[in-house]
């Protein structure tokens, strides 16, 4: 089947915008009305046929599933288990969607983690979703292969998507600790952006000093400062994705583009 398109689906950081217990002007602004909420990081893929794969099942899988036009996922990709990026799996349960024969796709120790865990443990027991944990994978014309990226390993490990389809590739990279760290465990963020022709990266944090009085070391990503210091020459391929509702990037996203570089926008769409 060819035909394959991706489509952002939502480009904030795991706990969306406005964030919980967060009364910033940007949060503020969200609730009121006056700016627009943004949904946590997802990418949709949609085949010729209608076939809907969700990377990443977020907490607003209800509105992401529904912008593709599908009404159940044909399968999940899953980069990791933080919860802007899995507890989505339970609106496929029976309370909601109560679906049939889904794959989920991930590393074996995420395989392993819903599976022996409630409430996830009940979509495999009562056969509605199964795993699959292979690296690599077709998924009808269209192939898929997961990276491993170095990212708090807090419940299991954690990956990037990447997606060949006959007219580009696209990679899906909404968490890392730093590019040092990915570096050191023997890829170069340099050689996987330039491999791809659009690459959707980590962008949380804009800068250092951004969460105020608490300490960033809490939670790694790379700055987006350092990543454009970086990937300067390829910045037409970089899509900068997962930002944190302190990321002043929502509001002026110059520092970026005056640079070559992009801000993601949910509804834009790569032809694969
Ligand atoms: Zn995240
Ligand atoms: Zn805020
Ligand atoms: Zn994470």
Redesign the pocket.
């Known amino acids: 089947m060819t035909g394959w398109t991706a489509t952002v689906l939502g480009v904030a950081q795991d706990g969306g915008?406005?964030?919980v217990g967060?009364?910033?002007p940007?949060?503020e602004a969200a609730r009121a009305g006056r700016r627009r909420r943004e949904k946590a990081a997802c990418l949709g893929l949609r085949d010729g046929a209608g076939r809907v794969f969700l990377v990443d099942a977020t907490p607003d899988l209800p509105d992401q599933l529904h912008a593709t036009g599908a009404l159940r996922p044909a399968g999940v990709l899953l980069t990791h288990a933080h919860m802007g990026h899995y507890v989505g799996l339970a609106h496929l349960g029976k309370e909601a969607l109560g679906v049939r024969g889904v794959t989920i796709h991930g590393t074996p120790l995420m395989g392993e983690f819903l599976r022996t865990h409630a409430p996830w443990r009940s979509l495999f027991d009562e056969g509605r979703a199964s795993f699959d944990e292979r690296e690599s994978f077709d998924l009808g014309g269209l192939a898929a292969r997961r990276i491993a990226v170095p990212h708090r390993q807090e419940w299991t490990d954690a990956v990037a998507w990447e997606f060949r389809g006959p007219r580009a590739s696209v990679l899906w990279l909404p968490d890392i600790d730093s590019w040092d760290a990915w570096l050191a465990a023997g890829t170069d963020v340099r050689d996987v952006v330039r491999s791809v022709d659009v690459a959707y990266l980590d962008a949380t944090f804009h800068a250092d000093g951004e969460l105020g009085a608490r300490d960033m070391s809490e939670v790694p990503h790379p700055r987006v400062t350092d990543t454009m210091a970086r990937l300067a020459d390829l910045a037409p391929r970089v899509r900068l994705v997962h930002l944190n509702?302190?990321n002043p990037l929502w509001d002026d996203a110059t520092p970026a583009t005056s640079r070559g570089f992009r801000v993601a926008a949910e509804g834009e769409t790569v032809e694969l």
């Open positions: 915008l406005p964030h967060c009364r910033c940007r949060c509702h302190t």
